[in-house]
T-cell receptor, first 112, second 111 residues
Framework: KNEVEQSPQNLTAQEGEFITINCSYSVGISALHWLQQHPGGGIVSLFMLSSGKKKHGRLIATINIQEKHSSLHITASHPRDSAVYICAVTGPVSNTGNQFYFGTGTSLTVIP | DARVTQTPRHKVTEMGQEVTMRCQPILGHNTVFWYRQTMMQGLELLAYFRNRAPLDDSGMPKDRFSAEMPDATLATLKIQPSEPRDSAVYFC?????????FGPGTRLTVL
């Protein structure tokens, strides 16, 4: 049983397309993270959110706490957006720390 | 340009040898995380420190792995003895609260 499920696993898009990656989780959380991992292996934290919506450039992340669901949108996609996008959640904060759960990632390829 | 640094970037060793990976977190960050990434398991949290105190190391095999923060500028992850199944990329991340900045990773190959 995976606490975090992502869909789709793989996604191919034409340059300029609007892209949506979905993440559903089954645990109580204090925050949800979207991570980007490029083919070279480096990981960048794109967003950390606990409610509502955040926007950074062409990237938009939304979260619905009641439905335990988050989406990552990329507008006007570009080949440089090709990467693996990982959804991760942190459980409620406690004196013993947080629990972290990771999705298996969505591999995005944007074709020129 | 502050960033998390990890050394070594690549390590090849033989089964049974001790491996030490080092991480220098970004100055001022109060949380440090160690992750392992493999093709089979994806990303897994191994250990988590807040203000240098270990808060969660439940993801770490205790018999062979140990994580420490001897001071605020250094976090270490040791494997002794190493096994081929430990081959993976090990990432360190530092942050404040839930925010995280990842290091470039150490690619470990145990033969």
């Amino acid at each position: 049983k995976n606490e975090v499920e992502q869909s789709p696993q793989n996604l191919t898009a034409q340059e300029g397309e609007f892209i949506t990656i979905n993440c559903s989780y089954s645990v109580g959380i204090s925050a949800l993270h979207w991570l980007q991992q490029h083919p070279g292996g480096g990981i960048v934290s794109l967003f950390m959110l606990s409610s509502g919506k955040k926007k950074h450039g062409r990237l938009i992340a939304t979260i619905n706490i009641q439905e335990k669901h988050s989406s990552l949108h990329i507008t006007a996609s570009h080949p440089r957006d090709s990467a693996v996008y990982i959804c991760a959640v942190t459980g409620p904060v406690s004196n013993t720390g947080n629990q972290f759960y990771f999705g298996t990632g969505t591999s995005l390829t944007v074709i020129p | 340009d502050a960033r998390v640094t990890q050394t070594p970037r690549h390590k090849v060793t033989e089964m049974g040898q001790e491996v030490t990976m080092r991480c220098q977190p970004i100055l001022g960050h109060n949380t440090v995380f160690w992750y392992r990434q493999t093709m089979m398991q994806g990303l897994e949290l191994l250990a988590y420190f807040r203000n240098r105190a270990p808060l969660d190391d439940s993801g770490m095999p205790k018999d062979r792995f140990s994580a420490e923060m001897p001071d605020a500028t250094l976090a270490t992850l040791k494997i002794q003895p190493s096994e081929p199944r430990d081959s993976a990329v090990y990432f360190c991340a530092s942050g404040f609260g839930n925010e995280q900045f990842f290091g470039p990773g150490t690619r470990l190959t145990v033969l």
